[in-house]
Every structure is written in structure tokens, then in C-alpha cells.
């Protein structure tokens, strides 16, 4: 993993021998914010992410962790989970109309394209899983 960390605080909700399940809460920046309340910008979640711990270390269920990842490989999740759908759809929008003269029949094929990425993504979710790992790490008071 690279040098700079992208980290989350979290809770052990379910311990198996070779598996551990953290739930993180992923806030926006302005869920935090005094004025939330007040904004629909504001955004909670609540994510539960399996990691597999190191030989030897144990943790208990509701015990406090920190969820690590590589920042390198946060960046490259965005890349596969945004920027590249949203360069199909841009290329599908421009590219399309001349070709199929309706505005249905472009936004079927928009929708068709960006499924045939998520069911190509989908399929190698078993690499996607090896390459994208989490380490967690007991909170030190």
C-alpha cells in the first residue's frame, strides 16, 4: 500500500475467523457543518466494509477500529466508480444523436452503456476485491 492513508473511524459489528465486519459512518464535508439542519446538501452513511485482520489480533464485537486504506487506491475507486461512467455517458450523449435521430432511443443507449460498464465491473469484482484492501487497527487511548 502507498504512504498516505486515507483512514475511518468505525465499530466491529461481526468477528469470524477470518473476517472482520466494520461499519463506518462516511459523512460529506458539511455533515458536519452547524447549518445542516438547515441544508439538503448535508449526507450521512452508514457502510460496512469486511476486512481480513492480521494473524494474531483479535477484536471484540462493538470494540472502536480505524478502517485504512490506501489513498492511491481511494483515488483510483473514484476513477472506476465515477470518472470513467462519466465518460461513457458524455461520449453516448455526444456521439448518438446524429446516429439515431431520437432523443429515447439516445437516452436508452446512454442507460444500456453505463449498465454494460457497472455489468463489466461487476464481473471482476473478485479482482476488483483483491486489489482494493482494507486494513483496520485497534484505536491506542
Known amino acids: ?3 498516505v492513508l486515507v483512514e ?3 465499530k466491529v ?3 469470524l475467523p477470518h473476517q472482520v465486519s466494520v461499519e463506518i459512518l462516511q459523512q460529506s464535508a458539511c455533515a458536519t457543518c452547524h447549518a445542516k439542519s438547515a441544508c439538503m446538501a448535508s449526507d450521512q452513511e452508514v457502510k460496512v466494509v469486511q476486512v481480513e485482520p492480521e494473524f494474531g489480533v483479535t477484536y471484540d464485537i462493538g470494540e472502536e477500529v480505524k478502517v485504512l486504506l490506501s489513498q492511491i487506491l481511494g483515488f483510483k475507486a473514484v476513477v472506476f466508480s465515477y470518472l470513467i461512467p462519466l465518460a461513457i455517458l458524455m461520449i453516448l450523449l455526444l456521439a448518438l444523436p446524429p446516429v ?6 439516445v437516452g436508452l443507449a446512454c442507460i444500456g452503456g453505463i449498465a454494460l460498464y457497472y455489468l463489466v465491473l461487476w464481473m471482476f469484482k473478485n479482482r476488483l476485491k483483491k ?3 482494507f486494513t483496520i487497527e485497534k484505536i491506542r487511548l
Open 8 to 10: 475511518h473511524r468505525g
Open 131 to 133: 486489489e482494493f484492501v
Open 100 to 105: 439515431l435521430h431520437s432523443d429515447l432511443w
Open 13 to 15: 459489528i461481526e468477528v
Open 1 to 3: 500500500m502507498g504512504k
